[in-house]
């Protein structure tokens, strides 16, 4: 049996991936999580009995002094993660998003926990038009969340100590997971098509990266294990799935030919980034192995089947449970 990792937020869209493949790895794994959305997401695997749970707030230091006793590594995914579901309550979701992390690395610091991998997002690269941006490539947040985002990776990177911090920008993630999300670009356009046959398009001309959620967990996974690498910043996913919002339309029209798509003005939305993974590639070794395509033929697939009995329900979009349960302490990507 393997080191015990502590994730925050495993029964995330994320989360429940990465929880599978920790256990499936050898690893114990223990989670600190309060369900905010739920525990379906790692609901049938609750009682491996490498798995531990803790039902518990990451914003509470004592929950977190607690979870990461004796841990080798942390895994960081608990946030309120996307535009809408910060913009509800900006005084909370700042609580939750950025003074949690300074609490995060605190008591990891003070426990002598050897390394921690956050999770971040390609979103703090923000307005940057078409060219391929690196991490070190100037950062433009157009969004609260994104700005928590990179106000954690400035207090991780500054209070670290000796702990090896290790931060993934994550393109925007897609596909099928156990605690699933219709709420992200691929997987949205993919059910309209499914389900009502027509897929609204604004600012079709605005670059987005994406990462199959496999991928996602894959990454972090990656992240924990390579010791050698004593941290840093990485963007997470892989040019070749760089594509405009107007160009992952056309992939979901041409999977569903009879789809209507109507195309509209950009509104408010500013944001567009094109970016770059050779850094990734280069010092961890990290590879994407699915494509938007995947995705699509995955959540098409899922909707068909009717599993899913309406994608518009609350429990698939952040913004909207957060809205109509309440508001509290945190949330899991």
């Given at each position: 049996m393997k080191d015990v990792v502590l994730v925050t937020g495993a029964a995330g869209y994320v989360g429940s991936h990465l929880t599978r493949k920790l256990l499936a790895r050898g690893y114990r794994v223990r989670v600190l999580d309060n369900f905010l959305y739920g525990k379906q997401g790692i609901e049938d695997v609750a009682s491996h009995p490498a798995l531990e749970l803790i039902e518990g707030d990451i914003c509470d230091p004592s929950d977190l002094a607690k979870a990461v006793r004796g841990v080798r590594g942390v895994i960081a995914l608990a946030a309120l993660v996307g535009d809408g579901a910060c913009d509800l309550h900006p005084e909370r979701s700042m609580t939750i998003n950025y003074y949690s992390t300074k609490h995060t690395v605190a008591a990891c610091r003070d426990a002598g926990v050897p390394r921690l991998v956050f999770a971040s997002s390609c979103s703090v690269y923000g307005a940057n038009g078409n060219a391929l941006l690196h991490e070190d490539s100037y950062l433009n947040p157009v969004s609260l969340y994104a700005r928590t985002r990179l106000m954690s990776e400035e207090i991780l990177l500054r209070e670290a100590g000796n702990m090896d911090v290790v931060i993934l920008r994550l393109a925007t993630v897609c596909g099928v997971s156990p605690r699933m999300r219709f709420d992200l670009m691929v997987n949205t356009m993919?059910?309209?098509?499914?389900?009502?046959?027509?897929i609204r398009v604004s600012g079709a001309g605005q670059w987005r990266p994406h990462l199959h959620v496999q991928d996602a967990a894959?990454?972090?996974?990656?992240?924990?294990?390579?010791?050698?690498?004593?941290?840093?910043?990485?963007?997470?996913?892989?040019?070749?799935?760089?594509?405009?919002?107007?160009?992952?339309?056309?992939?979901v029209a041409a999977y569903v030919p009879s789809v209507r798509v109507e195309i509209s003005t950009n509104g408010n939305d500013r944001r567009s980034y094109r970016v770059g993974f050779?850094?990734?590639?280069?010092?961890?070794?990290?590879?994407?192995?699915?494509?938007?395509?995947?995705?699509?033929?995955?959540?098409?697939?899922?909707?068909?089947?009717?599993?899913?009995?309406?994608?518009?329900?609350?429990?698939?979009?952040?913004?909207?449970?957060?809205?109509?349960?309440?508001?509290?302490?945190?949330g899991a990507a």
């Open positions: 993919s059910a309209c098509a499914v389900m009502q046959n027509l894959e990454a972090f996974l990656l992240a924990l294990e390579r010791t050698d690498v004593r941290g840093g910043i990485f963007n997470a996913g892989s040019e070749e799935q760089n594509f405009t919002v107007g160009q992952v339309a056309e992939k050779e850094r990734i590639r280069r010092v961890l070794g990290f590879r994407a192995r699915h494509t938007v395509d995947d995705a699509i033929q995955e959540v098409c697939t899922l909707l068909a089947s009717g599993a899913v009995a309406d994608f518009r329900y609350d429990q698939f979009h952040n913004a909207k449970w957060l809205s109509r349960n309440g508001h509290r302490e945190q």
